[in-house]
């Protein structure tokens, strides 16, 4: 069993060094690689990497792989290729831990399956909205059949993020519309070349892990391109999936990254079955609220259900995402150090990552009903098997 974590971080933009600061504050890790197409980048993670180890830098993604001395990637690129990288990580014999969204194509999310399954390494996805503390206690609340049976789910992320939606090819720097007449060579940065749907994975995510369910059919609709709020921008102000589960409850999820709307408040979910409902706060000021049929309420009553854990370790605290981020990356150490069991493995991954994928391919299909395969061994697999 090893006793540390040998890990090279691939992408070192602003996620990238706070994935470099946290890592260095959990036990467990140590930052042996760096990685990034530009010179200046590497330069700031290096600069954001404290103590007297040394780190291996490299310009070259392949050349980063063949390294022998890590054991793991943090893939924190967040580009249309991550998916591919992820793979390719895999095949080197590499733990991965990747940064939503795991993929941007089916073919993608079948090569990180097969790739994990011959490798027999951890792939993790860094999804961390999953560990919401007041997500404990919805699962509670579906576990112990006080919801009833779940007929309905909404889910939505609303990030109003325009600041980012450009970039500057030569220094990497991201920035809004208004300042596009200061960069003549501006191009679109990753989120304005996302379809907004495949980033509602931090929304599904905790959904899915509340109902212990997966999608099984997904159809996507979506706003006009480009934006009608920002004309400059590629992305459509608004596109939303509906799904259905294999326990039969239908799903709403909602993604925007151009569409106006408060900051701070990008979150939003509720879960409705046949003895109550439960819902997450609708505005900052607002509190989550919880209604059983059974009871004597009789509206929707305040809970005071947060975001923190009832048990939150010390680390955590000032981690990032309401102190959420902790626990990606003690789940991703605590699974290749210690061969603890990874909870959101490879294929809760990809049922979160797949209806995503499937609902941008749906409204290019005109709102096409379209199927969501099962990424199990034991299921009916569609495309190739594992050896």
């Known amino acids: 069993m090893m006793s540390e974590l040998r890990i090279g971080i691939a992408g070192l933009s602003g996620r990238g060094l706070h994935w470099i600061r946290l890592m260095q504050k959990l036990k467990g890790y140590r930052i042996t690689a760096l990685c990034d197409l530009r010179q200046e980048a590497l330069d700031d993670g290096l600069a954001a990497v404290d103590g007297e180890d040394e780190q291996a830098c490299f310009r070259d993604y392949e050349e980063f792989l063949n390294f022998d001395g890590m054991d793991a990637v943090a893939l924190v690129v967040r580009s249309e290729y991550q998916g591919a990288l992820a793979a390719q990580a895999l095949e080197a014999g590499k733990h991965v831990s990747a940064e939503v969204p795991a993929a941007h194509s089916m073919d993608e999310c079948w090569r990180i399956v097969l790739a994990q399954e011959r490798s ?6 860094a999804e961390q909205c999953r560990y919401a503390g007041y997500l404990d206690k919805w699962q509670e609340l579906v576990r112990s059949g006080d919801l009833g049976d ?3 789910a909404e889910g939505q992320y609303l990030h109003y993020y325009t600041r980012c939606m450009f970039q500057d090819p030569h220094s990497g720097a991201l920035f809004g519309v208004d300042r596009l007449p200061e960069f003549p060579d501006a191009v679109a940065a990753w989120v304005n070349r996302m379809p907004p749907i495949h980033y509602v994975v931090h929304d599904l995510s905790p959904l899915l892990r509340v109902l212990d369910d997966r999608v099984v059919e997904v159809i996507g609709m979506s706003t006009d391109s480009p934006s009608r709020a920002h004309p400059e921008i590629l992305s ?15 799903l709403r ?9 408060p900051e701070n408040d990008t979150h939003w979910q509720q879960v409705i079955g046949t003895k109550g409902c439960v819902e997450w706060r609708r505005a900052l000021d607002d509190v ?15 809970q005071t259900w947060g975001f923190s854990k009832d048990q ?3 680390e955590a605290k000032g981690s990032g995402h309401w102190n959420l981020d902790f626990y990606v990356h003690a789940a991703f150490r605590d699974a290749v150090l210690y061969d603890q069991s990874l909870e959101f493995d490879v294929y809760k991954a990809m049922d979160v990552a797949a209806p995503s994928i499937l609902a941008a391919d749906s409204i290019d ?3 096409r009903k379209l199927e969501v395969p099962d990424f199990r061994p034991n299921a009916n697999r569609k495309k190739g098997e594992a050896p």
């Open 288 to 302: 989550p609220r919880l209604w059983l049929a059974d009871g004597e309420a009789r509206d929707k009553q305040p």
């Open 365 to 367: 299909q005109d709102s």
């Open 150 to 152: 779940v007929t309905y």
């Open 312 to 314: 939150e370790p010390e």
């Open 120 to 125: 027999g390494k951890v792939y993790h996805l």
């Open 253 to 261: 999820l909602a993604a925007s990254f151009a569409q106006p709307h």
């Open 236 to 250: 459509p102000d608004m596109q939303v999936a509906l799904m259905k589960t294999e326990k039969g409850a239908m």
